[in-house]
């Protein structure tokens, strides 16, 4: 086993020319230590001498003995990987230079298991099939980071509410070894989908608790002539290397979808059938991840004009799906034909959501491949201490763990501290009794909220209680139970102590307005009276 803490895995298929800049994007890395996987789908001679031109230790080369499939390629590319934390790499996209020491940063100091970033960076080859983007770079200006809660985000993505992109996806994460062997051990490999790219967010997330995403990019989106995905959108402009993907998986679009799907090769029919395929396979009976076909069908109308030679083709197939589901089409807004010829744009681009593209001419700036566009990428971008997190670094939490004894169960109370003290005194006496009393007392805190009245408030009134507890009940309250307050902490000092906490004791004078105010609500209730 490898001590490489990560593994860039390049799955490759008879495109050394867009193949060469990848590796040489991954060898530009400001941190050095990796392995670097080229899994060869039965190419050509051309690959291998790519690779060995390089002549670098830390490539390691491994051709298939026949033609496979996308997946069965990246599974095999997978099963070589070694390193603690593994991605995929497309073999014309770019790794940012120092995107291996901003996914170490981030790994370090937030203490994640998975690492994703936006796909929104892109440059577009030469050889694109989209004629207003050949030899454009855009480049997503935005540097912030969010860590999402898998579950929701996956909620999300069921109801068509956010992308595939947005999903952690083997293709734009490092991810840790141990979610890939737990997916691995429900059916004895990790990809269980014709479209490994979306499969691999659904699951990563299905068996994660969250993950870390950020805007700023870790590797370039690379776009060239030989691109599946942009086959398959801009199928009216060159269909070749999506017929080429399904020659691959020996499938034809009559029977490579889901059955209550249509015959199709429109992108947003493909992410539907990871949707039902994904569910059907690892959770069947979660009645939170449904899909959603009219929410499908209305997808499929706004990405109409993505493509307008096949506008009127895209029409009919969301007609016939339409009926198929007994769904009428007033119920979808389809837009008309876009007629206007697109046009290739420069400069700072200004998107609906406030955020900015910069959109770099090739020709002008002397970039010809991918590994120059992360280059130029990485210099027109804000240093990495620039980027904001919203979550603790793992050295802040861990000293806000220690602060307030945290323990194997934390429970939570919010008492509203303007009620009279007699009152107040008889709520808390009737929690720490309990939690006294408890037989695993020794393995549980107590936090009481203390964001709208001084401690010293608190810690008197709480005193005075534990005293009555002693002197009228006789009962010793031990060290064993550890009662902790919690001060003022801020907004991510907040998130993080809820995400410690399994559960709120129901008061009867609770402060309603701290609980929707810090975002408590949705803890699980524990009344003391069961």
Known sequence: MSNNLFSIVIPTRQRHDTLKYSIQSVLNQTYKEFELIVMDNFSSSETAEVVSSFGDERIKYYRAPERLSMSDNWEMGLSYATGKYVTILGDDDGLMPDGLELSLKLITEYDVQIVSWSRGTAYWWPNAIVPWHRNKLYVELSQGAVIYKSREQIK???????SYVQLPMLYNSFVYREIIEKIKSVHGRYFMSPIPDVYSGVVNAYFSESYLFGLRPI????????????????????????????????????????KSLIPSTNTCMHIADVQLRTKELFFPEDEELQFDILNTLKLIAINLNKDPGSYDNQVQELEQLAKKHGILISQINIPEKETNKKTSLQGLLRHTDESYILAINGNQAGMSNVAEAAKITQAVLP??????????????????????????????????????????GEDLMRVIKALATHPERKHITLLVDTSRVSNEDANLLISGVIINLLMSEKLEVSDELEISLTGQLNKLEWEYLLSQVQGRIVLQHEDKEAIAHLGAENLPLHALDR
């Open 219 to 258: 590797s370039i989106n690379g776009v060239s002539g030989h691109s599946t995905g942009t086959s398959s959108v801009y199928s009216s402009l060159d269909n070749k290397p999506f017929n080429d993907f399904l020659k691959d998986a020996k499938k034809d679009t009559s029977n490579f979808l889901h």
């Open 383 to 424: 240093n990495l201490d620039c980027i904001t997190v919203n979550c603790l670094k793992k050295e802040d939490a861990i000293a806000l763990y220690n602060k307030l004894n945290l323990r194997e169960t934390n429970l939570i109370i919010f008492p509203e501290w303007n009620y009279p003290e007699d009152s107040l």
């Open 156 to 162: 999300q993505f069921y109801k068509n509410y956010i």
